[in-house]
């Protein structure tokens, strides 16, 4: 099967940075879009970045400027730059993938989530 892990979440003053990554993992043919969403206390679940295989990029207004989505597709890897960071972006942060993989000799598609990684901006 196929695995999405989350990394690099944590406490940061208002204004600091943090950088998270996704790391997908399993018998993988190629990984299209991955995406960053997060969801704060008592809210629902949104979307903050996206990018796709070629490299485009979109963005949720309150992540533009602020956050820049990127990824290594040798590693299998997305990751969210975040900076300039706003007590608001306090959330558990998301990843989800695109992925095709090979299951007993056939190609197969899924779009795993990861288990989360808590980000909470506090002075």
């Known amino acids: 099967q196929v695995q999405l892990v989350e990394s690099g979440g944590g406490l940061v003053q208002p204004g600091g940075s943090l950088r998270l990554s996704c790391a997908a993992s399993g018998n993988i043919f190629s990984v299209d879009a991955m995406a960053w969403y997060r969801q704060a206390p008592g809210k629902q679940r949104e979307f903050v970045a996206r990018i796709g295989y070629g490299g485009r990029t979109d963005y949720a207004d309150s992540a533009k400027g602020r956050f820049t989505v990127s990824r290594d597709s040798t590693k299998n890897t997305g990751y969210l730059q975040m900076n300039s960071l706003k007590p608001e972006d306090t959330a558990v942060y998301y990843c989800?993938?695109?992925?095709?993989?090979?299951?007993?000799?056939?190609?197969?598609?899924?779009?795993?989530w990861g288990q989360g990684t808590l980000v909470t901006v506090s002075s």
């Open positions: 989800n993938a695109s992925v095709y993989y090979v299951d007993s000799g056939q190609y197969k598609y899924l779009e795993p």
